[in-house]
Every structure is written in C-alpha cells, then in structure tokens.
C-alpha cells in the first residue's frame, strides 16, 4: 500500500500503521480504492486543495480518471515495445517489424477503447452508495477542509452596520437547479468572480429572493441565466424553471443548461460514456470547465456551454479570464 | 519627473552626493542644494519637464522645499515665497486644498514636516538612520549611503505576494519607510519621527443631496478642469487602452481643443487586445492612434532595468509593458495623459464582490472583511506558506502582517457608507502605492512626465461627496462617467464591461518566458537564498495551461519580479 504521506510503499503485513505515522484507513482490496488513491482523487476535485467540492463532484472526478482512454496507453505502449524487442532481437532490425508493432499497437488501442467501461459498468463496479461509504470513512479520519456536504446558508447573514451593502445590484442573477450547487459556487466565489446573484430554483437561500426580485425590477435589463442538468424527459429548452417563487420573471431567462447538444458535443461529458436516458447533473462537468463556461457566457463572449468545447482555452476569447 | 533627497538632524553624512548618482534618471538639472546645521538637501529637476516651483525657498531659519509640479491652488502661487506664506498662515493642512504631484518640505524652527501631494502620486521614503532622518525620492538613494544594511523585510514580503504591491508604510527594505498619502512625517529638533494624518477625506459629508444631471454637469466642468490644470507648454501624448477611463481623458483634451496622439499596448494578436475599441475612439476624437505590440523577446532584454526603476518591487504585470510603452512614446512626447484614477475613484470593478460577500448566511471568520479583501486581489494571498520558507516566516504573524494595512479603513465609522471605504482603501492603498507610483517610475525612468487628471485631488473630494449611487448602480460602475461622455465616446467602449489590461503571462511562462524562469530559480539559487520553497516554486512552473483560473502566471510573474529586485538591490547584482 503507497503511502499518501510519505509515498513509500508500506507491506500490508506490517499492520495499518506506516513508519511516518501515518494510519491507513482503507484496504483496497477489500474497499475498492486505497488511501494514497483516495488522496489523489480529493486533490484533483478540490483542485489540489484551492477549491470546495461536494460528493459527486468527487465521484464524477473518479470516473473520469478511470475511464480516461489513456489509462490503457501505458500498458499498451509496452507490450508493443516488448514485441518489437523479441521481434528485432530474434530477426534482426527489419522495417517489416515497425509495420508489425505498429499495427499491433492500433489493434489493441482499438480494442481498449471499444472495450472500455462505460458510464453503466462503473457504477456496477464501484457503487456510488458504497464509495460515500469509503469516503466518509477516510473523511472521518483525515478531515477534507473543501468537502461541502449539506447546505449551510439556510439563515440571513447578520445586519451590517452600513447600510449600502445591497444598493447597488449585480451584473446578473444566475439560477441553479440544486441548493447544494449555490453553496459549492458561493464557498468557491463564482458569484465574486461573475459580480453576480445565485439560487437555486428553489429559491434558496430565501432571504435573498427578494433582492433578486428587487434588482430585476429596478433594471429588467440584469439578464437571469439558468443552470440546469441534463433531463432526457425536458421536451425543450425554458422549461422546468417553474416554482412559484421565479413567476416574477415571466419566463424571461436566458437557458443556459445541459441539453442533448452539449451532451453530445462536449467531449468531458462524452468520455463518461452516459446512458441514453441518464440525467447528467452539472457537477459531471469539470469544475474549471463549468467555472471558465460561466464566467465567459456571463461576460457574454459565448452563448452556450459547448462553445467553449468547440473552441478550447483560445487566447483570443480568454481576455475575459482574469488571467493578467 | 524630479527628486529631493537628502538628511536631517545631527549632519553626520556629509557628503549626499552618491545619493544623486542613483536617481540621474529622474533628472540632473540641480534647482536648488541646501545645507545647514541640522539639513542637507538637493532638488533635482528633469531637463525636458517644466517643474518651475522645484527648489527651496529660506526664511531665516525656516526652509520650504519643493520638489515637483503644482496644477492647482486656490490662491495663486506663482513663486515657492507664495506657496510659504501660505503654509506659514493655513498650516500644513494647507495642502489639503492643492492638487499635483509633488513632495514637500517644511521646517520652522521647532520641526520638520515632510509631506506627499493630497492624492499621492509623488512618493518619499525615509529611515532614521545614524542618528538622522534620511530621505528621498526613492529607496535606493538611502541604500547607497554607506553603511547602510539591506535587509528584506519579512512582514512585507509577505504583504507583497498577498497585495501585488506594499501597502502602507513599509518598504521591502528594513528600516526604510514610505509616507502613506494624507499623512506627514514630523520629525523634531532631537530627530524624533511622528506621522500626522492631515487628510480629511474619510469625514466629507457623504451622500449630499443632489440629482444625477447635478453630479454629471459639476463632474463634467471639473474634469476638465483637471485635465486644462495639467496641460503643458509642450505636446502631448495619450495612453488610450481603449478602456472608458482613458478614452473620456481623450475626449476632454479634444473638448478643450488639445490634439495629442495616442498610443495603445497590445501583446501580439493572437492574444484578447482591446485595439479596435482604442481606434474607434481615436477615429471619434479625430487624433492619431499608435498600436505598439510587446513580445517578451523585446522586453526581456530590459527586464532588470525596468525593475530597478521600479525601486519597490511591484507584481502587478503590466508594469514592464508600461515602461516599454514609455520607451516608445518617449520618442516624440515628454508629457503623456493617461486615464489612472476611474477605477478607484468613481465605483470600478471590484466593490460589488466586496458587498456579495455580505449578502449569504454563512459563518465568517473574525476580520473576514479584510480577508475577503485580499482574496478579491487574487494575487497569491493563499500561496503565502506554501510558497516562502517555514525558517524565514518563523514568529511572524503572518495573519496581522497581512490585515493590519486594512483594518483602520474598515473599523472605523466614517466614511459611512460601504461603497466609500471602499474607495478610501483603493485610492490610499492600491492608488498611492501601486498605480501611481508605478506610472511614475515606469514612465519617469523614460523622460515622461505621466499625467493623470482623473487622480486629481479635487476630484477625489468630489467623488466622496456625490450619492454613491452615481458611482454605482445596478450593477453599472463608474455611472457618472458613463453618463457626462455619453453621445461622445463609442457606445460600444460605454456599454462594455470593464476587462482591464490582460497580460498575458499565463500563456508566457510555458512559452517565451519558460526558459528565462527556470534560469532564474534554479534550485541552487532558491535554495541559497533561503527565502523560498523550492518544492512548491517548481510546481508553479510546470502548471497546465488549461488552469487558468490558478493565475499560476500571475505568481511567477510576482516571483520573477521579487526575485530580480532581490539580486539586484539586496545581492547588489549589478544591471
């Protein structure tokens, strides 16, 4: 078992305790993954601890990492490699054997991607119930400080003593479609960053709704953005943002959400290999993809989250990015 | 462009001279060399700018001296004996009511008072140093007096990778001061320092009641009258980056019936440039717009040069594209007007993230206001203890070091409202000890008298005074300019949001600057220099390009401009 702390690899005989001190929680043969995996993966959703993150946005980052097509390249590049080896020692270097180990090489990288997980399989093998279960039981242990689990703005922030703190309004007000996602975007600042109001389309947090009613009165120009999963039952675009506490917008919001085109366009989500009649959350995407598409659909440099698919990181449109 | 240098106190250091060797680039044209008993000092003045008040005035044992421009007063001072007499009646509060970009100094017989202009777009830094108050223009005339120990200050060091630049007092130098704006140095007949806040503008009465066309037409007519106080008996050029700010300056000099040209930066097109929106106002305004395109191949070879002007380290990357425009612009101007001061003064980017971070129920953390301030830089404020070594922070509060600047701006009651704290804090903070003195040094260290009428003095009381929702309102910053050049500047440069000059060093430091990088913190340097993890410096440089919201080319470039100051001000590297 590697060890996260130290990176030394610690004989499983030797007990759960590794010389640096640092105590093993999980057995990966018995809880599908190891500590040192369980680390790598909270670094890379939590952007190697620069940002918080909720569950599926962990469990989404593991299988992403698992059916990545490259994973089977390593092993691929050295059964060619060997092949070549026998092959050339046993004739000779003959340009015959370059055809023959390149070949080898296609077939088999074909095979794996053909034969490659999807989306279905994974979760089969690794049940998302039972890795809450691992995680939890590791996040006990070692405390992950980014890891949101529940929703925690339920209550008004205290009265400030000045008194100009709401007067002057945002550049837009965006809606998601789960509370837990205004609490990974405000602990992780997408509102600061965008100069923009988040909710969810349960008017959470309630105390805020009024103020978004507010702004979009005293300027209907303060475009609304709504953020939503992927549901193979919605018919069309604007709908499904229909609780009472949106009427006031009268239907005018701009649907930003996942659809069948971004699903089929968007080659992060593609990877995953969904199911035809799956619902794709948006924390399937990655966090910097969903944080870079926001804040350049906001800035009003794309109109769609596949743009920035189609487009990739371009400098020319990336101005917008604080990257200076 | 001038500087005033020199001691006060016992005169042990006689000879200053040296002190002049290192600032010949902001001018040789000596105005006035002073000596007595208890100071030695020297006024120089730059051979292409016109500083008619730069020099000393004597009165018995009282002394004025002065070293820079003056573009308005109330009462007309013509000469430095006005100017004296003037403080001599009023009090040094006097300053107050001026507005330019000088440094001044005052002695009676019971002390002497050292001040910046109201804004702070001149600076002075002192020390007390064997037995004496040294002073100058810049920090490195007080490192060329002999014995002098250079010697990093640690609480700014970290101050530096939070801000981007150091607020406030300390320098990167122990023991050598910069005097914040709005405060004077008082120093006694026994040498003994006091800083005295004179500045008045946190207790302006806010919010004075006055309609929208009000604050427009009074901002329009006093606008321009900052931009006419300045204007020279010589030609002018602009800096027009195609922004709101340094297009309405554009259009104040066409208003007054000034022609100039303008110069626009951009970095090459494949990079987001700014350049269309900078000719269609030129083409508006009727005057000549120059592109200059900035590659690292041009300025890596002036690199520690453009730092050693710099004299403090400063992060913020558009620094050295400053100095190379500059450079370009020298050629034909001595005087160029920029459009510094929008942001700051009138409700720019930045304040509405500061009130979202009121508006959610979440637990906050004590000072989560100061904080939250400096996340809002997003400079390497999170970096800090991964980045420097453990050794070289120990028993240092790293957490006060930080806050301290900010908390008397946020724990006091006036000003009352938010959006003006604010504002306070961007233009005593960022305004005089980024944006200001980076202008200054950048262009100074090319001839260039830098003009900023939008910094203007007068202009700052004002923006105080009007209803703060003429700054900002519904998500609409900087209103009150957007509304007085309405109809008189392309809509599209209105309408747009606020973007700022994007350098490019995110995608610089994995192409053109990646090698210059790992020449510069190898790891034996790092290493030696103790002042770094190594670990963590290697980590930043091997970033993917598609993280781009970890601003890892913005930390390099910090690094990169620390570590070259480092080697050149405290190795004594020569250039």
Wanted: proline content about 5%; hydrophobic content about 40%.
């Amino acid at each position: 078992m590697k060890c996260p702390k130290c990176e030394v690899n610690h004989p499983a005989k030797l007990g759960r305790d590794c010389v640096c001190g640092y105590r093993f929680i999980l057995n990966p043969k018995v809880d599908m993954i190891s500590d040192y995996k369980m680390k790598i993966l909270v670094q890379k959703a939590s952007n190697m601890d620069q940002n918080f993150f909720t569950f599926d946005h962990l469990y989404f980052t593991f299988m992403r990492t698992y059916l990545k097509p490259t994973s089977c390249l390593i092993p691929i590049i050295i059964i060619t490699a060997v092949l070549f080896g026998i092959l050339a020692l046993a004739n000779g270097f003959m340009i015959f054997e370059l055809y023959v180990c390149g070949g080898v090489f296609a077939v088999l990288y074909i095979i794996s991607v053909l034969v490659r997980p999807n989306t279905k399989k994974f979760k089969k093998i690794y049940p998302r119930a039972k890795f809450l279960e691992f995680f939890e039981l590791w996040d006990e242990f070692y405390k992950t400080e980014k890891f949101i689990s529940e929703t925690t703005m339920e209550n008004p922030p205290p009265d400030w003593k000045e008194q100009d703190i709401y007067d002057y309004g945002v550049n837009s007000i965006v809606i998601v479609d789960d509370d837990l996602t205004v609490d990974y975007m405000i602990k992780n600042e997408t509102h600061t960053s965008n100069q923009c109001l988040i909710l969810s389309e349960n008017g959470y947090p309630s105390y805020l709704m009024g103020i978004a009613k507010d702004i979009r009165e005293k300027s209907s120009e303060i475009p609304v953005y709504y953020f939503h999963r992927y549901d193979p039952n919605r018919q069309r675009q604007n709908e499904g943002l229909d609780a009472d506490c949106w009427s006031f917008l009268n239907g005018k919001y701009i649907d930003i959400g996942l659809d069948e085109k971004s699903v089929n366009e968007i080659k992060v989500l593609k990877d995953l290999k969904f199911g035809k009649n799956e619902v794709i959350p948006l924390s399937a995407l990655p966090p910097h993809f969903l944080a870079q598409s926001m804040s350049l659909i906001l800035a009003g440099e794309l109109v769609a989250l596949t743009d920035l698919a189609i487009l990739g990181l371009n400098p020319e449109i990336m101005g917008v990015m604080d990257f200076g | 462009m001038s500087s005033i240098f020199g001691v006060i106190g016992d005169a042990k250091l006689n000879n200053i001279d040296q002190m002049q060797n290192v600032l010949t680039h902001r001018g040789t044209k000596l105005k006035s060399k002073f000596k007595s008993d208890v100071a030695i000092l020297s006024v120089f003045s730059h051979e292409k700018h016109q500083e008619p008040l730069s020099g000393v005035y004597e009165s018995g044992e009282n002394f004025l001296a002065f070293s820079g421009s003056l573009f308005f007063a109330p009462e007309d001072v013509s000469n430095l004996k006005d100017l004296y007499d003037l403080i001599l009646k009023n009090g040094i509060e006097y300053i107050n009511q001026l507005s330019g970009s000088f440094i001044l100094l005052f002695k009676t017989s019971q002390k002497t008072i050292i001040c910046r202009d109201p804004a702070g777009e001149s600076t002075i830094v002192y020390s007390t140093f064997s037995g004496q108050v040294a002073f100058a223009s810049e920090a490195k005339a007080i490192l060329s007096l002999p014995g002098f120990k250079r010697e990093i200050d640690r609480g700014s060091l970290t101050r530096y990778f939070a801000y981007s630049f150091l607020p406030g007092k300390a320098t990167m130098l122990k023991n050598i001061f910069e005097l914040p704006a709005g405060v004077v140095l008082e120093i006694d007949s026994s040498g003994r320092t006091n800083l005295k806040k004179i500045s008045t503008v946190d207790q302006i009465e806010e919010d004075v009641d006055m309609s929208l066309d009000e604050s427009v037409s009074e901002f329009h007519q006093l606008f321009l009258k900052c931009i006419e106080d300045r204007y020279p008996s010589d030609s002018v050029g602009l800096f027009l980056s195609g922004g709101l700010d340094s297009t309405i300056v554009g259009a104040g000099l066409r208003e007054l019936g000034h022609s100039f040209k303008s110069y626009s930066l951009y970095f090459g097109k494949k990079y987001n440039h700014e350049l269309e929106f900078a000719k269609s106002a030129a083409d508006l305004m009727n005057v000549e717009n120059i592109p200059f395109s900035l590659e690292p191949k041009t300025f890596l070879p002036n690199l520690r040069e453009a730092i050693w002007y710099l004299d403090d380290p400063i992060g913020d990357p558009i620094t050295i594209p400053n100095y190379e425009l500059s450079k370009f612009a020298s050629k034909e101007f001595n005087y160029i007007y920029n459009g510094e001061g929008g942001d700051p003064l009138f409700g720019g980017p930045k304040n509405i993230p500061m009130m979202l971070h009121h508006w959610y129920g979440y637990e906050r953390e004590e000072n989560f206001r100061e904080k939250k301030y400096l996340e809002s830089y997003r400079r390497a404020y999170s970096e800090i203890e991964s980045l420097i070594n453990p050794d070289f922070l120990k028993d240092l509060d790293v957490e006060e070091e930080l806050e301290a600047p900010l908390r008397p701006y946020f724990s006091s009651s006036r000003p009352h409202k938010f959006l003006n704290k604010l504002m306070l804090i961007n233009i005593r903070l960022k305004g005089a000890h980024l944006i200001l003195p980076k202008i200054k040094r950048m262009q100074g260290a090319n001839g260039i008298l830098p003009l900023s009428p939008l910094f203007d003095s007068r202009l700052i009381e004002f923006s105080f005074r009007i209803p703060t929702s003429h700054k900002l309102q519904n998500g609409i910053e900087k209103l009150i300019l957007k509304e007085a050049y309405k109809g008189k500047i392309p809509e599209g440069i209105i309408q747009r949001p606020k973007s700022g000059m994007r350098v490019p060093v995110h995608y610089w430091f994995q192409k053109e600057l990646r090698r210059y990088a790992k020449s510069i913190f190898n790891k034996k340097d790092v290493e030696n220099a103790g002042i770094f993890q190594y670990k963590r410096i290697k980590e930043l440089l091997s970033y993917d390009l598609e993280s781009i919201q970890n601003r890892y080319g913005l930390k390099l470039w910090m690094l990169l401009t620390f570590e070259i100051w480092r080697k050149l001000n405290i190795e004594k590297e020569s250039l």
